[in-house]
C-alpha cells in the first residue's frame, strides 16, 4: 500500500526544515524525475523512434519553474522549446526561465504558437499549473491545451495535469497525459474517478530523500488513505491437507426476481475458494435450476458462514425484510449487501442492528438513495461522484465497524472501527468491468472471503482488487461476460 494525500505543500515545508533541503534543491529532483522518462519513455508507451523535439508548457508558478529546470538539463540533448503560457512569476520561476534562456533555450510564447511548434513533436510536457489549478481555463488556454491534446505524441505532467482540481473533478480541455510524475507523494486528486482518462501511468517522483523520508519528515500523519497494490491481493491458497469442504465455509446467496445475478454471484464465491456455495430462492418457477456445482435451497441452511441478498432480489421491502431479519438474529454470521437491498427503506434499521461483519456495495446511484435513507443528506449522483472520498467517510464514520465499497472507475473502500478511519482506492479497475453482472461477481468474491474467515475490511479488499486484477485478464475491452471475469479469477 502507499500513502496518499490531498495536499503536500506542507510536507515540502516540514522536510526542507527536517533535512536541511533548499527549495532549489527539491525543484532539481523534481526536474531530475521527469528527466527520466523524458530519456526513456517507450517501455510505457510502446515502441517509437527515439525521441528528438521536446515541447515543455509552462505557467508563472513553481510548476512551471520545474519546467524551466528540466529544460536546461535536456539541452543540447534534444530539440527543446519552452511555451510559455505566461510569465514567470515566482522567484523561482523567474531564476530558472533565465537559467533556461542562458544555456540556449528557445522560449515561444502562448500566443506566438504555429502549427510548426507541435507537428514534429516527439513529447509535451505539461508544466502550466499542477496542483495549483482551481478554476476553469480561459478561451485562449482552452484552445492551446486542445492543440497540445490533439497532438500525436507521447504527453507527461509535471505533479498533476493541468486542468486537474484537488478535489479531483477535471475542467473542460485538461492535458491528457500518458504519464504523471507527482512529486514527493501520492495525491488524492490523481485517484478520482474522473482523473483515470487524464493522468495515465503515475510515478511518484523523489525530491532529495527517500520517499519514506519525505513522507515522515512533518510531525503527525498527514495521510488520508492508501493507495491499493497488486501486492496487498490477499488470494485464498490451501495450504493444510486435511480439511473438507466445510474447512472453507459455506456461502448463502439469495436469488429473486432476477436469478441470474445470483447465480453469478454463487458462482464468483465458488470459484474464489468457498467450500459451499447454496443459491437460495422462493421462485414460484417449478424448474429453477443452478449450474451443477451450486446447490439450490428454498430456505437458508444451518451453519452458513456469510451470505450475499439484494442482488436481482426485487425492491419490494417482503422479499428484504426476512434477510435483515435472519442476519441480525444469527449475530455470527456474516454478510454482504447489494443492489436492490441497498436501497430499502429499513436498510438504516438494519446497519444499526448488525454490530460487524457487514460489507456494503454500492454503487453511486445506489449509494445516494443510502444517504437519503440513512439522514446523511440528498445529493445528486455526479456531486457523488466528485465528492465521494468524504461522502464515504462520512457514511462510515456514522455506522462504525461497517465497510463500505463504493463502486467506480477507480472503487473507494471506508471503514471505521469507531476510533480510527481507514481509506482505501482501488486503481486498477479496467473498463471492460462497465458491463451488467460485473457487481454481482464482486459481491460473491467478497462473500466468499468472508466465508474463509477474512475480517469484512480484509475481504473488502481482497475482493475488489481480485475483481479488478481479474479484469486486466480480459484482452478484448467490450467483450467480457461476468463468466469470463470468473474464469480469470484462477489467473491470478
Known sequence: MQKLYTDTRKIDSSCRAAYGLTEEIMMENAAMALEKVVRNPYPISGERRAPQKIVIACGGGNNGADGYTLARRLRFDYDVAVIQFTEPESELCKLQADRAEKCGVRFVKRDDLSFYDLRYTDIIVDCVYGSGFHDDFDEKIFITMNDMNTCDCFKIACDVPSGLRENGTVAEGAFVADVTVTMGALKTCLYSDCAKDYVGEVICGELGVNRRLYENSSNGNLSVGMLLEESDLYLPHRDRCNVNKGSFGHVVVVSGEKAGAAVLAGSAALRFGAGLVTVVHKSSKKNFEVPPELMSATEIPENIKAIAFGMGLGKETA?????????????????????????????????????????????????????????????????????????????????????????????????????????????????CLAKAGSGDVLSGLIVALLAQKRKSIEAAMGGSLAHALASRKIKCDYAMTPMDLINAVTEL
Open 319 to 431: 422479499k428484504i425484510q426476512p434477510y435483515f431479519d435472519w442476519v441480525v438474529e444469527h449475530s455470527d454470521s456474516k454478510c454482504v449487501v447489494d443492489a436492490d437491498a441497498l436501497c430499502s427503506e429499513n436498510l438504516r434499521d438494519f446497519i444499526e442492528k448488525k454490530e460487524k461483519g457487514v460489507v456494503l456495495t454500492p454503487h453511486p446511484k445506489e449509494f445516494q438513495t443510502m444517504l437519503k435513507n440513512c439522514d446523511l443528506g440528498e445529493y445528486t449522483v455526479p456531486e457523488i461522484v466528485e465528492n465521494r472520498m468524504e461522502l464515504v467517510e462520512k457514511f462510515c464514520r456514522k455506522f462504525p465497524k461497517k465497510t463500505l465499497v463504493l463502486k467506480g472507475a477507480n472503487p473507494v473502500i471506508g471503514y471505521f472501527d469507531g476510533y480510527k478511519y481507514k481509506m482505501f482506492i482501488n486503481p486498477f479497475g479496467r473498463p
